[in-house]
């Protein structure tokens, strides 16, 4: 059973540019969390999906930011006019449910020119 | 929303001692708490967890105490290891985590 993967490992934009990030969470997990961190930080939350609904997006920007898991294919977190300000390591987590353990992805490193 | 404090931010000991980390947290609504342990550059893994009905668990070197009525838990590490130095994380869940801002351990040997 592969665990959770995100794609790309790292991702280079210069600003004011557009960031996707993949995240194909563990198999037969349905819940996907979006985590920030910045250096030497911890983990902030962005959102709480299910497959085709935002359960919690309380934590994201309320600009420029946007993310989905839809009924087929990977959750994508997009960033859209990247600024300096974005660069972070971002993790997906995935869980079978609401209240169980949360696996985290390898995160992919944004570092924005 | 959830509020998790996490105590301290940095703790060093040495090679054998004892290390204690504490958090508390704001929502009585939280019924699951878990520790994860971060190296640098790699992602969190959880590493011991309990749920609210439980007070005490405890995993080989690692136990986790929980105290409802006060809203705090705290994690334990016996005979550390110079490998358990890394970031330890803390984390509060009502639907979404709520993390702590993490303690920097580091284990002299």
């Known amino acids: 059973n592969a665990g959770v993967m995100q794609n790309p490992r790292h991702l280079v934009r210069r600003r004011g540019q557009e960031a996707r990030l993949r995240c194909s969470p563990m198999?037969?997990?349905?819940?996907v969390y979006w985590y920030r961190q910045l250096p030497e930080e911890g983990l902030k939350f962005m959102v709480y999906?299910?497959?085709?609904?935002?359960?919690?997006e309380s934590g994201m920007p309320k600009e420029r930011f946007s993310a989905e898991f839809p009924k087929e294919g990977p959750s994508i977190l997009r960033i859209q006019q990247v600024v300096r300000g974005d660069s972070a390591a971002y993790f997906c987590?995935?869980?079978?449910?609401?209240?169980?353990?949360?696996?985290f992805g390898p995160g992919t490193r944004l570092t924005v020119l | 929303g959830e509020n998790v404090e996490q105590h301290p931010s940095t703790l060093s000991v040495q090679e054998g001692d004892s290390a204690v980390i504490k958090c508390t947290y704001s929502?009585?609504?939280?019924?699951?708490f878990p520790w994860y342990k971060q190296e640098l550059g790699k992602r969190p893994q959880l590493i011991i967890d309990?749920?609210?009905?439980?007070g005490e668990k405890k995993d080989q070197r690692i136990a986790v105490t929980l105290n409802k009525t006060a809203k705090h838990f705290s994690l334990h590490i016996t005979e550390t290891q110079p490998e358990d130095s890394a970031v330890y994380f803390c984390?509060?869940?009502?639907?979404?985590?709520?993390f702590g801002d993490g303690t920097t351990l580091t284990v002299k040997p």
């Open positions: 987590a995935s869980s079978p449910g609401e209240g169980n353990e949360q696996f």
């Open positions: 198999k037969g997990h349905s819940h």
């Open positions: 999906l299910q497959k085709e609904n935002i359960i919690d």
């Open positions: 929502d009585s609504a939280s019924n699951y």
């Open positions: 309990i749920r609210s009905n439980v």
């Open positions: 984390a509060a869940r009502a639907g979404k985590s709520t």
